[in-house]
């Protein structure tokens, strides 16, 4: 297909197949939401045509042609007549011209840089170069960034070790720090990158600057923090992989040594998913050689979890623990016992939160699992969302890059995980349902809008099924962290501000109330 071609089944529908127009995830995620919203639209979807994002189109029930390729865009559209249809195909073309407007305030005159290379010669006093490209091309614009000697945050996925451990060798040498990839989290001095909480700016008491090889793990650690009132001086996330054997720890090394030298970061906490042990030797003996002191988060089983880990650092730094913020746990838990379903965007809190049940429930299947054994079987882990039928306890990351292939991270995209819910509230050995949300810049505007319905329709359907969220953010969030708890609460769910306290709780209600 060279230009734009048609394809429909209905005489209210329309797919068009649109070449040389690329636009990234997020932004198609907003088009689609546009003219899903359009009245008498029943089904919308706007995308690249990826493999994946074909079977998605396919799956609405659209017709794809074989010979559609990864460079054409994808518009399909169904509505109840052709005033609809036409309203939402006008709706999708008002987006796509917004988002290709120059940003407010940009020079007309000035040709936007394409490339690394340039933008690092048009702005030589910049420090940090912020990556997000389809994580095959990451490598060479990377190594650009980094011969220009700028610290690099990766936002993309799927970026291949061997890609990685290039690029912090490189960045090693250079002496700049390498942030990624799948980096989805940092905070400079109070600014944020990519998704990234609103601190509250406590500016008195001892900093903490976090290093966290964990997205969702240092929003967790950040967000704590900050409800006992802890200043913190930096977030520099490191990526999930940084302390695996492959990697080896080598942008923890370097961000160890930058926090080090700071002098407005009075204590390093270093957070990570369960990490290699052989690197983590190597990372711990670092940290124990510098004069700040560090605190480390290490996830496993034995382990504290986040919330106890901060519990001890605030003895440590004389601050008292708060009363972390629950909303309606008071309600009783009913004598029936089932299966806990865990349907998380953080891969962190996904960890944590299978850490703590297992210890009351043993075995718990995951696309992430504690141990091979637990290993969710091929045929569950279907292209668009995971079939959980008759896999007994279940916890699944949403956002591993084996989901958000061609997609939006489920943090900005709540399709997949609704759609999710809705299968679980049909399954009667399910008892508990467990979810994250995250707040913060970058994530969904109002989570708890989409969340609601769909937890209301959940508990209305089956008396006997729990809904749990664990609530990651702050007050000054532009979320509001109070009104989507009460959201949230209202429409049925249980919400903890500390993931490790949700999990418990969904666990004490897999096995009816049992503690």
Avoid at 488 to 496: C, E, N
Wanted: charged fraction near 20%; glycine fraction near 10%; charge should be negative.
């Amino acid at each position: 297909m060279s230009s734009t071609e048609t394809t429909a089944t209905t005489s209210h529908e329309r797919v068009e197949f649109r070449p040389g127009s690329y636009h990234d995830s997020v932004t198609l995620l907003r088009v689609a939401q546009a003219a899903a919203s359009t009245a008498g639209v029943s089904a919308a979807q706007v995308a690249m045509a990826t493999e994946l994002n074909v079977e998605l189109t396919r799956g609405l029930g659209f017709t794809v042609p074989e010979e559609v390729t990864p460079q054409q865009l994808i518009v399909a559209i169904r509505a109840v007549d052709d005033a609809a249809l036409t309203a939402a195909l006008e709706a999708v073309d008002g987006a796509l011209a917004a988002a290709s407007a120059p940003a407010p305030g940009a020079r007309a005159d000035l040709e936007p840089p394409r490339t690394v290379r340039s933008a690092a010669r048009s702005e030589p006093d910049s420090t940090i170069t912020l990556l997000s490209v389809p994580g095959q091309q990451v490598l060479a614009e990377g190594l650009d960034a980094i011969a220009a000697g700028k610290h690099l945050m990766i936002f993309s996925d799927n970026v291949p070790v061997a890609d990685e451990v290039l690029l912090k060798r490189r960045a090693a040498e250079a002496g700049v720090l390498v942030m990624g990839p799948d980096c989805g989290t940092a905070i400079i001095a109070g600014v944020g990158l990519g998704f990234a909480n609103v601190l509250g700016g406590s500016t008195s008491g001892p900093a903490v600057g976090i290093i966290a090889a964990s997205g969702t793990g240092a929003q967790q650690l950040s967000c704590l923090l900050d409800a006992a009132g802890v200043r913190v001086s930096h977030v520099l996330g490191l990526g999930g992989r940084d302390l695996s054997e492959a990697v080896g720890g080598a942008s923890a090394l370097t961000a160890l040594q930058l926090l080090e030298d700071d002098p407005g970061t009075d204590h390093i906490v270093l957070v990570s998913k369960p990490p290699h042990p052989a690197t983590a030797q190597k990372v711990l003996a670092a940290a124990a050689s510098l004069r700040t002191p560090v605190s480390t988060v290490l996830l496993g089983t034995g382990n504290p979890d986040i919330t106890s880990a901060v519990e001890v650092l605030l003895a440590t730094l004389g601050v008292p623990t708060p009363n972390w913020t629950e909303w309606g746990t008071d309600r009783k838990i009913a004598a029936d016992t089932g299966d806990l379903r865990g349907l998380f965007a953080g891969g962190t809190l996904a960890d944590e939160a299978m850490i703590v049940a297992a210890a009351a429930l043993g075995s718990i299947r995951s696309n992430i699992p504690l141990r091979p054994a637990d290993a969710l079987p091929t045929e569950a882990l279907q292209p668009g969302r995971p079939v959980l039928t008759g896999q007994g306890h279940v916890v699944v990351d949403l956002g591993d890059d084996a989901f958000t292939l061609g997609r939006p991270h489920p943090m900005i995209d709540p399709s997949v995980r609704l759609g999710l819910i809705a299968d679980q509230t049909a399954d009667p050995q399910v008892r508990v349902i467990l979810l994250d949300v995250v707040l913060g810049h970058c994530a969904e505007p109002d989570p708890a809008a989409g969340l609601a319905p769909a937890i209301r329709a959940a508990v209305d359907r089956d008396s006997a099924l729990d809904v749990v969220v664990s609530l990651c953010g702050t007050e000054s969030d532009p979320q509001d962290l109070r009104r989507q708890a009460e959201a949230l609460v209202a429409a049925g769910a249980r919400v903890y501000t500390s993931n490790s306290a949700a999990a418990r709780n969904a666990a004490t209600i897999a096995r009816g109330g049992v503690r």
